[in-house]
């Protein structure tokens, strides 16, 4: 060999060596490529998972996914927590099922369920004696303006006390964008119920107008997790059930639709002749969820727990009512790469780098570090919610010392997003820190009261941080696969986090709660201008009110003695029988104006005082 030769082969040894220094190895530690959290990893785990199916709690797709996180959680060398078993499983209830008992009868004719009409899954239960009918077009009541009688109003001069109620379906059809706007928040069927109910009657018929146009005439029982029934009897029924109804009064529905199409007014009137009585049997559907967990012991067992976690579940075939698929798409199976299968091949990568750490004597945690993959979060955090209320305790802080969340962490563009960081004052530090060796551009966002399951941690004082990488048009969609997913940044997202949940474990030094103002909402909700600063536990199933978690910092609920665990059971009047309930008369509130508002605490009923806040 001569020396040319031996200079080059010298230049390109040493150009190797270079690159193996320069490049990004996104996990290593301290150059041990035996730990490294790669791309390829987290693509193997994110495809593995998206071929098991949508994943939608309590079906076999999710139990799938929940053994598959076991094993990885075994062969990681992480210890079951609390059980011999990784898998945490619990009842939920899935939404609600037609028993064999439903009947409906028109002057003594029994009419045919499922084609002829169908109980809604929120309607109250048993049997309804005979009642006559009375039409109040589109049953729409919509509170008072500013000026008396600028409101929309079906009932207006119409006594419908101890009588069915018959109305037609949505809302009028012809109106401009501005009066649709106006009137959505009021025309849903369970805003309906609920002013059939205020005016004293003894059920609600649905029906399609005839110009209306609809897919299914008879109102479908829509999956909803947490499907919460009324005392009111609610029924759909087709047209050819009513048609002799209108006809028996001398009635024509479709002119009477034209007119109330245009924005007109037409007087509700009773239906003659017409008498109605029915049995309505719903049964709840329970099915059991899976939350998958694993730890790595510290060497204090006293020290609050980092928790590290992110959930594995989405939404199957689009059955939950969050799905957003084409019509083209309505059925298939709904991957959810990003939404969450990204966090979860994070979550894992994550728990291995750290393992792997401990076993070579490069980490020594002094508090125990748990992961956690949670199914539920798609029908409303229910396996996260689950797991801190097993503690029966509102205050877990002593419990855990912080939880780390990753929720749709695939599509890293231009920065990661953290949130949550207003939850303790030491985060934006931290993350500084722990991000200096992994370079990514970071956004940092303060919101605590995240719609993920650091929630239901952070409503139990402990604080959270969310890493986030944005949404886009795949979103909830069967359109969310595996190819679309930036892994070379979801690996340096994974090794960020196993970073702070490295320093948090090793540290003896606790982190400082904030509870914080919760920022205004967006979206339908957002559109109300009154707010009384409660947080619902929306994963309530059983039970009649809304039970409350909490309430925001400085907001009218906390200032008014609200506290965890209350339960609202009548507000201005209203009694309050589900969250759609309380959403509804919410509406209807005057800001600045004082209402009684009645809970259940434990077995007491305590009245408060409590005036409702704005939120412009």
């Known amino acids: 060999m001569n020396t040319k030769t031996q200079y080059h082969l010298n230049r390109i040894q040493f150009f190797l ?25 987290i693509r193997q785990h994110v495809q593995a998972l998206t071929e098991l199916g949508g994943r939608m709690t309590g079906t076999s797709s999710e139990s799938k996914a929940a053994q598959y996180l076991a094993r990885e959680f075994a062969a990681i060398g992480l210890k079951p927590w609390q059980s011999t078993d990784y898998v945490h499983r619990y009842a939920f209830n899935a939404g609600t099922t037609l028993g064999p008992g439903n009947r409906l009868l028109v002057n003594g004719k029994a009419l045919s ?33 500013d000026k008396p009688g600028d409101n929309y109003d079906s009932y207006t001069h119409l006594d419908v006390k101890d009588k069915w109620v018959l109305a037609y379906r949505f809302m009028p059809e012809d109106l401009t964008p501005e009066q649709r706007v106006k009137l959505a928040p009021f ?51 087709s047209r050819a059930v009513v048609a002799p109804w209108f006809k028996q009064a001398g009635k024509d529905p479709k002119a009477i639709q034209n007119k109330l199409d ?56 689009g059955e939950s009512s969050t799905s957003l698929a084409r019509a083209d798409e309505q059925d298939r199976v709904h991957p959810g790469a990003d939404d969450n299968a990204s966090g979860v091949a994070a979550l894992i990568e994550a728990a291995e780098y750290l393992a792997g750490l401990q076993e070579k004597g490069k980490f020594t945690p002094a508090r ?17 919610d689950h797991f801190v209320k097993s503690f029966k305790e509102q205050d877990l802080s002593g419990r855990f010392g912080a939880y780390l969340n990753m929720d749709m962490v695939g599509r890293l563009r231009d920065a990661a997003i953290m949130q949550g960081t207003g939850s303790a004052s030491e985060w934006p530090a931290i993350i500084e820190k722990r991000n200096a060796p992994v370079g990514l551009n970071i ?10 399951d650091a929630m239901s941690f952070y409503l139990h004082n402990v604080p959270v941080l969310s890493a986030f990488t944005g949404s886009h048009p795949e979103y909830h969609t069967p359109r969310d696969t595996a190819d679309l997913l930036n892994y070379p940044g979801t690996a340096r997202i994974a090794r960020l986090v196993a970073l702070i949940g490295r320093d948090l474990a090793q540290s003896t030094t606790p982190l400082h709660y904030q509870k914080m103002e919760r920022k205004q909402e967006k979206g339908i909700r957002g559109g109300m201008r009154a707010y009384l600063g409660t947080i619902p536990d929306y994963a309530q199933e059983d039970g009649t009110g809304v039970r409350l978690n909490g309430a925001t910092k400085g907001g009218p609920a906390e200032k008014a003695g609200i506290k965890p665990g209350d339960v609202i059971i009548e507000l201005a009047g209203t009694p309050i029988e589900n969250i759609y309930d309380y959403t509804y008369v919410l509406q209807a509130l005057k800001v600045g104006q004082p ?19 704005s939120r412009q």
């Open 113 to 145: 369920v499922n084609r002829d009409f169908r109980p809604l899954a929120f309607s109250g239960q048993g049997q309804v004696k005979p009642a006559g009918v009375v039409f109040a077009g589109y049953g729409i009541t919509e509170p008072e303006g």
């Open 262 to 317: 245009k924005g007109d007014f037409v007087m509700g009137f009773d239906l003659p002749g017409t008498e109605v009585s029915a049995t309505i049997d719903l049964q709840q559907e329970k099915k059991t969820g899976h939350n998958v967990i694993g730890y790595l012991p510290g060497t204090d067992p006293k020290l609050p727990a980092v928790v590290i976690g992110a959930h594995y579940d989405h939404l199957g075939h």
């Open 595 to 613: 209402v009684k508002m009645v809970v259940r605490r434990g077995k007491k009923r305590v009245e408060l005082e409590i005036t409702p806040g």
């Open 443 to 452: 956004t940092l966002q303060q919101d605590a009261y995240l719609p993920t």
């Open 17 to 41: 060596v270079f690159l193996a220094l320069a490049l990004p190895c996104y996990g290593q530690a301290k150059g041990d490529p035996s730990i490294a959290i790669t791309p390829q990893e």
């Open 187 to 237: 025309s849903s069927d369970r805003f309906k119920a609920l002013t059939a109910r205020q005016h004293g009657a003894r059920g609600l018929i649905l029906v399609a107008g005839p110009n209306t146009i609809v897919k299914d005439e008879l109102v479908p029982l829509r999956y909803d997790a947490s499907t919460s029934q009324g005392s009111l009897p609610v029924i759909s029924v």
């Open 368 to 384: 125990d570090v748990i992961f956690i993959g949670w199914s539920g979060e798609e029908l409303g955090l229910l396996g996260s």
